[in-house]
């Protein structure tokens, strides 16, 4: 069983930058793929960034591209995802997942466990 925590949402202007962090706990952390996805009201779960267990590979959705970075820090059971240039479009919950695999996709169903989400606003 892996425990997710995130923290780091909050309420920012328009081409303001976040930072999110996942704290994991309960198992091995590097043994895990981390992803990061997003869900605003009314809409289905979105894919936003994965990274593998080691950190070498990273895979980004479209709407993110160049805009937000994924990374992690095995020695502190960490993944972030450091956002710039929001948008009132990336307004959502934002939820950490892992998966027990070197690296894996873009659909929730690869995830074996999530977060509780932390909410992003950003206002125009």
């Known amino acids: 069983q892996v425990q997710l925590v995130e923290s780091g949402g909050g309420l920012v202007q328009a081409g303001g930058s976040l930072r999110l962090s996942c704290a994991a706990s309960g198992r091995t952390f590097s043994n895990y793929a981390m992803g990061w996805f997003r869900q605003a009201p009314g809409k289905e779960r979105e894919f936003v960034a994965t990274?593998?267990?080691?950190?070498?590979?990273?895979y980004y959705g479209d709407s993110v591209q160049g805009r937000f970075t994924i990374s992690r820090d095995n020695a502190k059971n960490t993944v972030y995802l450091q956002m710039n240039s929001l948008q009132p479009g990336d307004t959502a919950a934002y939820y950490c997942?892992?998966?027990?695999?070197?690296?894996?996709?873009?659909?929730?169903?690869?995830?074996?466990?999530w977060g509780q989400g932390t909410q992003v606003t950003v206002s125009s």
């Open positions: 997942a892992a998966a027990p695999k070197h690296y894996t996709g873009i659909y929730p169903y690869e995830y074996d466990y």
């Open positions: 990274i593998s267990w080691s950190g070498g590979m990273t």
